[in-house]
């Protein structure tokens, strides 16, 4: 069995791949298998792949399965110690992979950790999807340490230190293969967007943990496979955190958050229209609701579980007690350094 596996989840990606495999290859090699799970593209980036760098293992699925499913398909075929998910919109660095590690190796206790993340397009900037690790709010808002919401900070060391958060993200994850498979992977049902922070709050309450590593750094593009604004990625962000919050939270909690979620997103969609012309968003935040409302119940067997298995108390460090959206709109909070 190998130490590292970089799985590498690819659905018409032939341009991210051509630019950034290069630097996977030559910086990961030494201490990874690097992989290739082709989510059925219908561009040329198997063929490219073959002309290119024929000795890096492809594993070809049958359907794009997203996200989700298509890292829990692809990883039943890989055996190693240790799974690191990586987006092919990521360029990493000399020496990335060895922080990561590390830590791992003398931290039995964490199930996975990730990088700092910069953005490509702004390399002193952190990224918006990654940044120095990912928490959400008391009603299920994520947010990063150095991006909270549209307001994304310049990396000047000051979140170098390694640090427990509730989420690492899915661009670039180091997880080890028996806690991805202590919980069935990432959920299939959701297909892309808050996977992660699902699969880590489901880690987390079993009593693991997910850290930072700011001395590991990579560079996201961000928005590879749907831009950011963009109608499906709204739906899929505003139905997926809903069924997490259906998902995780207890049962003392429930009935409250989803009455303000209920307040929030309907409050959201006006916002969209009204302030930002964006009929399609708010279209997608309806059919949203509608979807979770549908499907909610599919999840019944799933809340029992998790509540059954719980280890942790109700309150998990990284998953803060108050609302982002109060301390960014009204009290002007705009930076993590700036949060209670």
């Known amino acids: 069995m190998k130490k590292v596996a970089i799985v590498i989840l690819n659905w018409n990606g032939r341009k991210m791949l051509e630019q950034y495999l290069p630097s996977v290859i030559q910086f990961s090699c030494d201490e990874a298998e690097v992989i290739i799970a082709d989510n059925a593209s219908t561009d040329d980036s198997l063929a490219w792949l073959k002309a290119n760098y024929p000795d890096v293992r492809t594993i070809v699925l049958s359907e794009n399965w997203g996200f989700a499913e298509g890292y829990n398909k692809a990883l039943q075929q890989v055996d190693a110690e240790y799974y690191l998910l990586l987006n092919s919109d990521v360029e990493v660095t000399p020496h990335w992979l060895t922080p990561l590690i590390a830590f791992m190796d003398s931290h039995p206790e964490a199930a996975g950790c990730q990088p700092k993340l910069r953005a490509v397009h702004d390399k002193a900037s952190f990224e918006y999807a990654g940044a120095c690790g990912g928490y959400i709010d008391r009603y299920g808002y994520p947010f990063c340490r150095g991006r909270i919401f549209d307001t994304v900070e310049q ?75 963009n109608p499906r990625k709204t739906f899929l962000n505003f139905r997926n955190n809903l ?98």
């Not at 498979?181 to 709050?201: K, P, S, T, Y």
């Not at 489901?202 to 961000?222: A, D, E, K, M, T």
């Not at 279209?283 to 298995?309: E, N, Y």
Request: with cysteine; glycine share 6%.
């Open 155 to 229: 990396d000047n060391g000051q979140y170098d230190d390694v640090k427990e958060v509730l989420w690492a993200t899915g661009a670039c994850m180091l997880i080890r293969r028996e806690d991805y498979w202590r919980v069935n992977g990432l959920d299939g049902r959701l297909f892309a967007h808050n996977e992660e922070i699902d699969f880590c709050w489901r880690l987390h309450q079993l009593g693991r943990s997910f850290y930072c590593v700011p001395s590991s750094i990579v560079y996201h593009v961000g928005g590879g496979t749907l831009p950011k604004s």
């Open 243 to 340: 069924t997490m919050l259906y998902k995780n939270l207890p049962e003392e909690e429930l009935q409250h958050v989803m009455r303000w979620r209920w307040f929030l997103d309907y409050l959201a969609a006006v916002q969209t229209l009204i302030l930002n012309g964006k009929w399609g968003d708010c279209k997608a935040i309806f059919r949203a609701r509608r979807a979770f409302k549908a499907w909610r119940h599919d999840f019944d067997a799933d809340r029992r579980q998790i509540a059954q298995t719980r280890v942790t108390q109700t309150t998990i460090p990284s998953r803060c007690s108050f609302s982002i959206l109060w301390q960014y709109y009204a009290k002007g909070r705009r930076i993590w350094q700036q949060l209670p």
